[in-house]
């Protein structure tokens, strides 16, 4: 079962625009959401997260929305450039003492010059 | 300022033999985490360890597969009678002490071990 869903394998956008990843979940224990940008043969790397208290957190061109009656997030990147072309991981926790991420299956980004 | 360590980087076994994977933690954190992933895949959750604990290992397979993390040294993912179906990248992560809260975790690059 898949507790986090990313149902858009692939993206698409025009260098400028703005790039919308989409991440659904089931588990509504969950407490605590992650993104991770992975690029080929690298580790994946903490872009930004929210907290289940928050329904925005922005941090320069990267925004998190969380929409927690919809069970729904999701990443705006604006403006998106090249160099932000990669697999990026939706990945949510529960708090307390557990520490694991479970993790969506990604999206993978293209951004065309 | 060195991040998460893993080595090694690529690791070819062949059916039977044992593969071990290291990872240093970043510096201050106490917490370890591997993952592993299969080929289009997200990061499967496999074992959570503090020093000398093992705090949670609900993800790891019951037979073969072990883990450590020892007051001195690197952190141990130890596969035993390696089979194809272990072929993956193992991802470890650590973070800094939870104090009641969340803390992000911060990957290594990952070892891709190989079963021919």
Redesign the interface.
């Known amino acids: 079962d898949q507790q986090v869903k990313q149902n858009s394998p692939s993206l698409s956008v025009q260098e400028g625009r703005i790039s919308i990843l989409n991440c659904d979940y089931t588990n509504s224990m969950f407490d605590y959401f992650l993104w991770y940008k992975k690029y080929p043969a690298e580790g994946p790397t903490f872009l930004i997260s929210i907290s289940s208290i928050k329904d925005k957190n922005e941090d320069g061109r990267f925004t998190v929305f969380l929409n927690k009656s919809a069970k729904h997030l999701s990443l705006h990147i604006v403006p998106s450039q090249p160099g932000d072309s990669a697999v990026y991981f939706c990945a949510a926790s529960v708090g307390g003492s557990q520490g694991n991420l479970i993790f969506g299956k990604g999206t993978k980004l293209s951004v065309k010059p | 300022n060195a991040g998460?360590m893993?080595n090694p980087r690529h690791l070819v076994r062949r059916r039977g033999q044992e593969a071990r994977l290291r990872c240093s933690p970043m510096k201050g954190h106490s917490?370890v985490?591997w993952?592993r992933q299969l080929p289009?895949?997200?990061?499967?959750?496999m074992v959570?360890l503090q020093k000398e604990n093992i705090?949670?290992e609900?993800?790891m397979p019951k037979e073969r597969f072990s883990a450590e993390f020892p007051k001195e040294g690197p952190s141990i993912l130890r596969i035993q009678q390696v089979v194809r179906g272990d072929s993956a990248a193992y991802?470890c992560?650590s973070?800094p002490t939870?104090a009641g809260?969340?803390n992000?975790?911060?990957?290594?690059?990952?070892t891709?071990l190989t079963v021919l």
């Open positions: 998460v893993q917490h985490y993952y289009e895949e997200g990061l499967k959750f959570y705090i949670d609900s993800g991802f992560a973070s939870l809260g969340h992000e975790q911060f990957f290594g690059p990952g891709r």
